[in-house]
């Protein structure tokens, strides 16, 4: 088990840069944070197609959720249902809109099984007081087409278009979910800040995300904020500025009880999630017009917000990213106030890769 290292945020942005687009993660740096172990590689076929369907004997209803459709990350759960994915392995998917703030609670009493969500403090504090929630998959990076991360407004602008993290002091900023602090995305608006010498404390959290954050934006009720894709799109499009570019993947699939109650369902969730993000999610995929088309309805995007090329790249095997983990505890401890243990969490306490693994031998 690590200690949890005395690193400034400064430092563990710097880490988090390190990317590996291939399979999303971020690699830290320092000798005091080792990267973690990698999940197991695929033991089966890989390719379009699978793993093969395995379909359950008889229909199983599988609640799942996500704090806003109109995020590109959460494709695989959106167009495995779009495509029939989960039908194929005998499994009627019920999607609902839960923050994430709220998932925790709905998980622990089973009423939602899985759910693609960001790493909060909220579910990381559940998990360390014993919640049975661990990540079972994700794997998402960014192409250099990407433009993800925070956007100040663009009549904050200086008139040659410049703006600084001393701009930003008392202005109302959105970590890009309900969870504010407790967002893994604090960690890079803490090193920004960390540059004029200011924290967190030095502005105003306003808690949303999506949609509602870009139309805060455009309104100005909020100056600055996190946005995913595609919605980021429209905001460059719009003149708002990017401010803090990301370049570490944290998306994630979490996973109650269902795991280790209903082990079979389990494996055929992650059996559609993969089989989706292998046929439906490799190269560019924007630029298959059926994808493309799927992506639209399934999200309630707009195809302007999906021109261009695919510019994030989903990793084949569904990996969780548990190396882009620890810096995120570490800038959460440094803050303070925001999680209570100090100390990492364990790889066990956080993952279990059994569902991926039995999904993945085919």
């Not at 839960?98 to 579910?123: C, E, F, R, W, Y």
């Not at 992650?270 to 309805?297: F, H, P, W």
């Amino acid at each position: 088990m690590r200690r949890l290292a005395a690193m400034s945020v400064v430092a563990v942005f710097a880490a988090s840069l390190l990317t590996a687009c291939g399979d999303g993660g971020a690699t830290p740096a320092s000798n005091s944070t080792p990267t973690r172990p990698a999940s197991a590689p695929s033991p089966g076929p890989t390719g379009p197609n699978t793993p093969a369907p395995k379909p359950l004997p008889s229909e199983v209803t599988v609640n799942a959720s996500l704090p806003f459709r109109n995020i590109e990350a959460y494709a695989p759960l959106l167009l495995a249902e779009y495509f029939g994915e989960f039908k194929k392995e005998n499994i009627k998917i019920n999607i609902q809109l839960v923050q994430t703030n709220n998932l925790v609670v709905l998980m622990q009493k089973g009423d939602i099984d899985v759910a693609p969500a960001a790493p909060s403090a909220g579910l990381f504090n559940a998990i360390a007081g014993g919640a049975d929630i661990k990540g079972v998959g994700g794997g998402v990076g960014w192409s250099p087409a990407n433009h993800q991360g925070y956007y100040v407004r663009k009549s904050l602008l200086k008139p040659d278009g410049t703006f600084s993290a001393c701009d930003l002091k008392g202005k109302k900023v959105s970590t890009g979910s309900a969870t504010g602090l407790g967002s893994p995305a604090v960690v890079e608006l803490a090193a920004y800040l960390k540059t004029c010498n200011l924290t967190v404390k030095d502005v105003t959290i306003v808690p949303l995300g999506g949609a509602d954050l870009l139309a805060g934006l455009d309104s100005g009720a909020v100056d600055a904020g996190n946005l995913s894709d595609p919605v980021w799109t429209t905001a460059e499009t719009s003149g708002h500025k990017l401010i803090i570019p990301f370049t570490a993947s944290i998306t994630s699939y979490w996973m109650g009880k269902i795991r280790t109650e209903k082990p079979d369902v389990a494996a055929a969730i992650l059996r559609a999630l993969v089989r989706t993000s292998r046929t439906y999610l490799q190269g560019d995929y924007r630029g298959n017009a059926e994808v493309k088309q799927g992506l639209i309805k399934a999200m309630g995007a707009t195809e302007a917000q999906l021109n261009g090329p695919s510019s994030l790249i989903f990793d084949p095997d569904f990996k969780f990213p548990i190396q882009n983990i620890a810096p995120i505890e570490t800038a959460w401890a440094e803050i303070g106030g925001i999680v209570n243990f100090n100390k990492p969490l364990s790889d066990s306490q956080l993952f279990d890769d059994g569902p991926r693994t039995t999904a993945l031998a085919g």
